[in-house]
């Protein structure tokens, strides 16, 4: 059986010990992180024309009116 009242005293036990170590952590407003933020999947470089693009996308829309792509209102 689970003693609630020992479960509760390690809770804020566990918790007033980490209020201790954040004490010693400078206030910054700085941002950092762990790793580089990089696009991964493409190399930044600027946009290129897809020929052909709009043809295919007409192909694949639900329906295609005036260089438009015409679907259903979504909630």
């Given amino acids: ?30 941002t950092h992180y762990v790793v580089d933020l990089k696009n991964v999947w493409r190399k930044d470089e600027k946009p290129k024309r897809c020929e052909g693009f709009k043809k295919k996308l007409s192909i694949l829309a ?8 015409i679907a259903e209102k979504s909630d």
């Avoid at 059986?1 to 020992?6: F, H, N, R, S, T």
């Avoid at 295609?64 to 792509?69: A, R």
């Fill in 1 to 30: 059986m689970v003693d609630a009242e020992k479960v509760r005293e390690e809770g804020v036990k566990l918790l007033e010990d980490f209020s201790k170590k954040l004490e010693n952590i400078p206030e910054t407003d700085e």
């Fill in 62 to 69: 639900p329906r295609f009116e005036d260089g438009y792509v």
